[in-house]
């Protein structure tokens, strides 16, 4: 199992490369409600990240099938 900073790290990566190579993308993410602490969930856990991470994940890979050159 990863550890938050090592989700991090590779969130703050894929997010970096998604700014670089697809900025038409970038320009759409959002902030992902499950991973914004709220007053009755204040802990972010490994379990959200590694799901934020499967979505930019997913977001990247469905860009590049519906756009190859």
Same mark, same amino acid.
């Given at each position: +199992?990863? *550890?938050?900073?090592?989700? @991090?790290?590779? !969130? ?10 697809? $900025?038409? #993308?970038? &320009?759409?993410?959002?902030?992902? $409600?499950? *991973?914004? $602490? %709220? +007053?009755? =969930?204040?802990? !972010?856990? *490994?379990?959200? @990240?590694? !799901?934020?991470?499967?979505?930019? &994940?997913?977001? #990247? @890979?469905?860009? &590049?099938? %519906? =756009?190859? %050159?």
């Amino acid at each position: +199992m990863k *550890t938050v900073k090592d989700l @991090l790290s590779e !969130i703050s990566t894929l997010i970096r490369d998604i700014e670089t190579n697809y $900025p038409e #993308v970038y &320009k759409y993410l959002d902030e992902n $409600p499950d *991973t914004i $602490p %709220n +007053m009755d =969930h204040p802990e !972010i856990s *490994t379990e959200d @990240l590694e !799901i934020y991470l499967a979505t930019l &994940k997913d977001l #990247v @890979l469905k860009y &590049k099938k %519906n =756009h190859k %050159n």
